[in-house]
């Protein structure tokens, strides 16, 4: 599917605003590849144990599906034992996901489709690559520059990676199908509990959406934009907004129609 | 006075590294979708810049705070006497709403189709789209009330009148998809 039938429509413009700020890209790649990817390889393989065929067959089968749909290869998936449900991806040149075994447990398969396309979106635009590449810099940068600097560098490249989580909201719908299915999914993820998320009155949470704009000023502002991932009200938002829209209903008539083939 | 000092600090603090990301309305934008407390943002930030604007500038942002007080029929009042003196051709819809609001549906349609065929579209606004798009419905131009109807729902998604009548208008023309993503929205308000 192409990118167009589901990027959130400033992703590009901010994008090119916070690429203007980045510096020693290729360095950081090489140091990251070199020393840090090494560091995490013995943990991973370690302490989590990895998806396949025989372990959790139900996640391998769905990140096979998702990646051959994206004609990619499939990344490997690493389950870990956690309080919190969780799905993140990491990497730059040999990206992964880590999934805890929480969230395999208490999330439906289509739940779990959800999750996964958005960490596969992630991957296959490069938001994964520029996220660790992002953390490698806010590390470099703390230990050469003033305070200010590295929470101006942060800050810009969070407006992007907001604006890409509602992207792989979008994706992550599309692959599940269903948009009551990804909104329970986000709540599930926000609320850290089924029990929390069975009370929640959408109509009433998104409303909460409106409070948030509600806090206008330089202060409320600062605390905005210094957080990585968008509000849930507001993801819920933006998915419903994406679900009616003419390029979403596009987008799912055609991975309807992939799903049946 | 020393808590005076570390909130200047802090503030000034804050302003520096939001200066320094360049992203300074960027967050406002990000989430603009129009709910109540997002108008009311846009409204507040029009009048604070109102009260330090040169006159020049006066007629340009009083366009700006009609177009965001007119997405609610409560603020169409208003609208009309901060238009008072000047000529925004904007007002036709803003008088097609007072019509639609006291129930003379016609009279409604018959403006706001004026207004589009002079001017293609009424780019950004919520309540005009939407009235436009339950006026074609309510007359059975289903095909007709749906572009308007999505256009307003990608500014408002959570609107339930807006969200049902789409629903009809799928229905009449047989679009399963867009009536079973409708109906998937619906169900999350039951």
Known sequence: ??????????????????????????????????????????????????????????????????????????????????????????????????????????????????????????????????????????????????????????????????????????????????????????????????????????????????????????VFNYTKADEPVPYAPHRIQNLMAYAISERGLRARETMERWKRV | MDDTIVTIYRKAQMEIVSCLAGIDDAIAEETGFYDAGYVQSQVKRIQKELRTAPAEQHQKLFFHLIFWMSNSFAGLDDCEKLAEGYDFPFMECVEALKEYHAGHDDRALELLEAHYRKYKSVEGHFLVNKVFGLLWAEKGFGQKAIPFLTYALQLKPDDEECLKTLKKCYEQQNNVTGKKVVEEILEMFD
């Open chain 1, 1 to 218: 599917m192409y990118r167009e039938e589901y990027i959130h429509c400033r992703q590009n413009q901010a994008f090119e605003q916070y690429r203007g700020g980045i510096l020693l890209q290729k360095e950081i790649e090489k140091t990251y590849e070199e020393i840090d990817y090494k560091i995490r390889r013995p943990d991973l393989l370690g302490k989590t144990v990895q998806v396949t065929a025989h372990q959790f067959p139900t996640v391998n089968k769905l990140v096979k599906s998702i990646c051959e749909y994206e004609q990619m290869e499939c990344p490997p998936v690493y389950v870990y034992e956690d309080y919190y449900y969780g799905a993140e991806s990491y990497g730059i040149r040999k990206p992964w996901i880590e999934l805890s075994a929480k969230t395999i447990q208490d999330f439906s398969e289509e739940e779990l489709g959800f999750v996964l396309g958005r960490e596969i979106y992630k991957i296959a635009d490069g938001v994964t690559g520029q996220k660790t590449m992002m953390e490698e810099r806010f590390r470099m940068i703390r230990q050469m520059a003033p305070n200010q600097l590295e929470q101006a560098s942060r800050i810009s490249f969070y407006h992007w990676y907001r604006i890409t989580n509602y992207s792989a909201d979008n994706y992550g719908y599309l692959q599940c199908g269903n948009i009551h299915t990804a909104v329970n999914a986000i709540l599930k993820m926000v609320l850290n509990s089924i029990g929390l998320a069975d009370q929640v009155d959408i109509r009433e949470f998104i409303g909460q959406a409106s409070e948030i704009n509600r806090l206008d000023d330089d």
